[in-house]
């Protein structure tokens, strides 16, 4: 009787044995197999993506935001601001002077973290309120009696400030100075506000243009394409009318107030999206303010401060043929797409970078492997004997391994601006939310004609079958009788 159990056990050890190299061999067939099809089938990094479906033969006024938007500006103004702001801190409330040390590092952080003011914390959060493991950096000696408050930082020009967090952290840290977090984020934000607010940014970006601003000719086809099609334009931008105009004036020329026909400066977003109280004010050329009230939005004119409302009663321009682009995804994007109907575009820099990475061989070999390891340690952890066990314990070390790898080739601390390994960002969450269709820079609306309509792409949910073309390799070739895999990393 022992001897047939013993039989039975051997074969029994065999079958699992033998599933497992039949898992491990038809994964890797399966990796031969599509990574050549993926290579062929790189993403343009000049596409618009579409989070709904939108013809753009229905929008007749176009809308921009300025910074980020029509003017891009090079990676030494991060730099500038960085500089500018540490200095700042150290001359007027009277930081250290070690800090001096501390230069500018333009990869550290990505946008969409959220930092905990009280514990000092700047951190990485997916669409569903976790951490991302490995993305929290700084720490503190000092001790705060505040209750807890986090700040998302959405806006490309939070980078130094993010940066700069950081660098005065470990500063205190390697120092053993104790100190209290909430009075550093507000020095710090106090800082980066006077950059801005005291015009010294303003005045380095005018005094030489042709360092900080790139890409002003394709914003200018941009504008001329529109142009060219009868579209209405209008500009609205919480920046200074003498930093507009010069930023215009190198991108378009002098006349390109011909090209928009209303201008707005010194907006006040997001407050112009919901505050009714703020009439709009007349600036003349030499930045004169008038004192007349407002009856009509005029061509050529250039308007301060104002607010949505007005701007909707006196233009007419209401719901979906109106088309507003911004980089800012709350201060742009979310009203307009949340109270009044407008049809909101994202742009999104960090987009072409992350997607030349994502079209590497590299990237394509290690998500291939990585979704097809997830895939057996799915079905093979039905398996409880130990030496099937051993095997996928490797199997999730080796997991771990390339999840980490494949956040560090986009951002060594970070990662992706849009993914936590498997998940969406926060970001991204609200991306998805708050923009219609999004890109990379606006000269994307280049390869395009006016009645292109925008599909968004048609993803499996968790419980569909993946019965679409592109994947009907992966769901003909089963490889066990094991439950039905329903959650795995995906890109």
């Known amino acids: 009787m022992s001897q047939d159990l013993d039989i039975k056990s051997i074969h029994f050890s065999n079958a699992i044995n033998t599933a497992v190299f039949v898992c491990l061999f038809v994964s890797l067939e399966l990796q031969a197999y599509l990574i050549p099809v993926i290579c062929t089938n790189s993403v343009n990094p000049d596409t618009i993506f579409a989070n709904n479906e939108m013809n753009l033969g229905d929008i007749e ?52 973290l959220h930092y905990d003011v009280q514990k000092a ?37 939070s980078l130094p400030e993010m940066t700069l967090l950081s660098c005065v952290n470990d500063f205190f840290m390697r120092h053993n100075i104790d100190y209290e977090p909430v009075h550093l984020y507000k020095d710090v934000k106090e800082a980066i506000g006077d950059v801005h607010v005291k015009g010294i940014m303003y005045r380095a970006v005018e005094a030489d243009i042709e360092k900080y601003i790139c890409y002003g000719e394709q914003s200018h086809a941009v504008l001329k394409k529109l142009s060219e099609n009868g579209k209405k334009m209008f500009l609205i931008t919480n920046s200074p009318f003498d930093f507009v105009d010069r930023g215009m004036n190198y991108i378009v020329g002098k006349d390109w107030r011909d090209l928009f026909d209303v201008v707005i400066v010194q907006a006040d977003k997001p407050g112009f999206f919901n505050d009714r109280r703020k009439p ?39 719901g979906s043929k109106v088309l507003y682009f911004g980089d800012h995804i709350y201060s ?90 498997h998940n ?68």
């Open 332 to 421: 742009d994007l979310a009203d307009l797409t949340l109270k009044h109907g407008w049809r909101t575009g994202a742009i999104i820099p960090e987009l072409r970078k992350e997607i030349k990475i994502m079209n590497t061989e590299q990237y394509v070999h290690l998500m291939t492997w990585l979704q097809a390891l997830t895939g057996l340690i799915e079905h093979m952890q039905v398996y409880r004997d130990p030496a099937s066990q051993a095997v996928v314990q490797e199997w999730i070390k080796e997991r771990e391994t390339m999840r980490s790898q494949t956040k560090d080739i986009f951002n060594a601390q970070f990662g992706s601006l849009f993914r936590t390994y």
């Open 424 to 491: 969406p960002t926060y970001f991204s969450r609200r991306l998805s939310r708050f923009a219609d269709i999004y890109m990379a820079s606006i000269s994307c609306l280049l390869n395009y004609d006016f009645q292109h309509t925008f599909f968004p792409r048609r993803t499996p949910l968790q419980h569909e079958s993946t019965f679409w073309p592109e994947q009907s390799p992966v769901a003909t070739m089963n490889i066990s009788s094991e439950p039905h895999r329903t959650k795995a990393d995906s890109d």
């Open 61 to 112: 006024i176009y809308g921009f935001d300025y910074d980020y938007t029509l003017a891009f500006y090079s990676s030494q103004l991060h730099t500038l601001i960085f500089n500018i702001a540490r200095d700042i801190l150290i001359t007027e409330h009277r930081y250290p002077e070690g800090l001096r040390e501390y230069e500018y590092i333009p990869n550290f952080a990505v946008r969409g």
């Open 121 to 157: 914390l700047l951190m990485k959060i997916d669409a569903f309120h976790y951490i991302q493991l490995g993305t929290v950096y700084s720490d503190f000696y000092g001790k705060s009696s505040h209750g807890h408050t986090m700040k998302q930082y959405m806006d490309i020009f």
């Open 280 to 318: 709009f004010r007349r600036v003349t050329d030499k930045g004169v303010l008038l004192w007349d009230r407002i009856h009509r939005l005029e061509k050529g004119q250039i308007y301060k401060q104002g607010n949505l409302y007005e701007f909707l009663r006196l233009t007419g321009w209401r």
